[in-house]
């Protein structure tokens, strides 16, 4: 049984920093990529940030990158997103999901390649 728990989120000024880990289980961890989502209050998920096990390939989202670094750790099963100089627009329930194989570039548009989802952990930045 595929699972993946995303833990991590708290409350931070704007400027802050957290890290995110999403620890995943039921599949080859190696043969995948995880993807990381968020969606924010009354909007539609959003696909940020994606990292090719293999190789450690990553792709960000423009509002991200900078500021987001996603990085892996393949004897933990686990993914993890370091968010710096957060932002209030950063305030959203985050997710992380794989896709087998590798990040594609337009992974942020495909969200139909990924079909498990973990509970999500919520991230509030103030102002």
């Known amino acids: 049984e595929v699972q993946l728990a995303e833990s991590g989120g708290g409350s931070v000024q704007a400027g802050g920093s957290l890290r995110l880990s999403c620890t995943a289980s039921g599949f080859t961890f190696d043969d995948y990529a995880i993807g990381w989502f968020r969606q924010a209050p009354g909007k539609k998920r959003e696909g940020i940030s994606c990292i090719s096990i293999s190789d450690g390939s990553t792709v960000y989202v423009d509002s991200v990158k900078g500021r987001f670094t996603v990085s892996s750790d393949s004897a933990k099963n686990t993914v993890y997103l370091q968010m710096n100089s957060l932002e209030p627009e950063d305030t959203a329930v985050y997710y992380c999901?794989?896709?087998?194989?590798?990040?594609?570039?337009?992974?942020?548009?495909?969200?139909?390649?990924?079909?498990?989802w973990g509970q999500g952990t919520q991230v509030t930045v103030s102002s």
């Open positions: 999901a794989p896709t087998a194989g590798y990040c594609s570039a337009n992974f942020a548009h495909e969200e139909k390649w990924y079909n498990y």
